[in-house]
C-alpha cells in the first residue's frame, strides 16, 4: 500500500510538473530598443521596502525559489497611463527562500559566485552587482496590459515583452506594478553553467535553461 501511495505522489508530481511547463511559455527577446522619454510626466519613485523580484530556477530533482530587492527605480505616468521608467536590481540581496541554514547559504552564495571558482557559474555579483530594466513601450493588445523593456544582466541586454497589471490608488498616491511569470532563458544572458544547449552527457545533472521571474513593484508618487 504504502508504495502505491508513493507511486501515486510521484506520478501526480510529474503531471504538475508537465502542465506548469506546459503553462509558462517562454518570453521572447529581441534586440535592445530605445527607452522612452515622457517629458511632461508624473514622476513615481519605486519603494524598495514593499517591492521585490520573485525567481524560480529547476532542475530535474526539483525547484528552488527566492526574491531579489530593488535598489531603486522610477516610473513616469502621464494621467493615469504608465509611459516609461526604470528600476536597478540588487544582486547582492538574491534570497532563496525554500532553503534554511547551510544548504539555504551555500545556494545563495554560488548564484551570486562567492563561492571560489564558481564565479561566474551565475550571475557574479562581485563584477556585476547591479542588473537593469528599462521600459520600451507600454501597449494595450487583446484585452491584455503588455509591458516591453531592455533587461540587462551581466554584459547582455535584451528586449522582453510581458503581461503585467498596472493600478492607481488616488487615496496614498501609489502604482502597483505586477506581472505574472516571465520565462527566460537564462544563456540568451551567457548564463550558461550546467546547461544541456551547451554541455554534452549531462544526464539528469543539468540545471533547466528556463529561469522565471515575476515584477511586484509598488511606487509612490514624487513630491
Not at 571560489?116 to 551565475?122: L, Q, T, V
Request: proline residues 1%; hydrophobic residues 35%; charged residues 30%.
Amino acid at each position: 500500500m504504502k508504495k502505491r501511495v508513493l507511486n501515486s505522489m510521484l506520478i501526480l508530481s510529474l503531471v504538475a510538473t508537465a502542465v506548469s511547463c506546459k503553462n509558462d511559455k517562454k518570453t521572447e527577446t529581441s534586440e535592445v530598443k530605445e527607452t522612452v522619454e515622457a517629458t511632461s510626466a508624473t514622476s513615481y519613485n519605486v519603494d524598495v521596502e514593499q517591492s521585490k523580484i520573485n525567481w524560480v530556477g529547476s532542475k530535474p530533482a526539483g525547484e528552488h525559489n527566492g526574491k531579489v530587492s530593488i535598489s531603486k527605480g522610477t516610473f513616469q505616468v502621464e494621467g493615469d497611463e504608465l509611459k516609461g521608467g526604470n528600476i536597478v536590481i540588487d544582486m547582492t540581496s538574491i534570497n532563496v527562500q525554500d532553503l534554511e541554514g547551510d544548504d539555504k547559504k551555500k545556494l545563495e552564495d554560488h548564484l551570486m559566485g562567492y563561492s571560489n571558482g564558481k564565479e561566474d557559474h551565475f550571475f557574479n555579483a562581485n563584477k556585476y552587482p547591479e542588473a537593469k530594466f528599462e521600459i520600451t513601450g507600454v501597449e494595450e493588445k487583446d484585452g491584455e496590459t503588455l509591458m516591453s523593456g531592455n533587461l540587462t544582466l551581466k554584459e547582455t541586454s535584451k528586449n522582453i515583452t510581458f503581461p503585467v497589471n498596472i493600478s492607481m490608488n488616488e487615496a496614498d498616491n501609489s502604482l502597483m506594478l505586477t506581472s505574472q511569470n516571465i520565462v527566460l532563458d537564462r544563456t540568451e544572458w551567457g548564463i550558461k553553467f550546467m546547461s544541456k544547449s551547451f554541455i554534452e552527457n549531462l544526464g539528469d545533472n543539468f540545471v533547466s535553461d528556463q529561469m522565471k521571474i515575476s515584477f511586484d513593484l509598488k511606487a509612490f508618487k514624487a513630491e
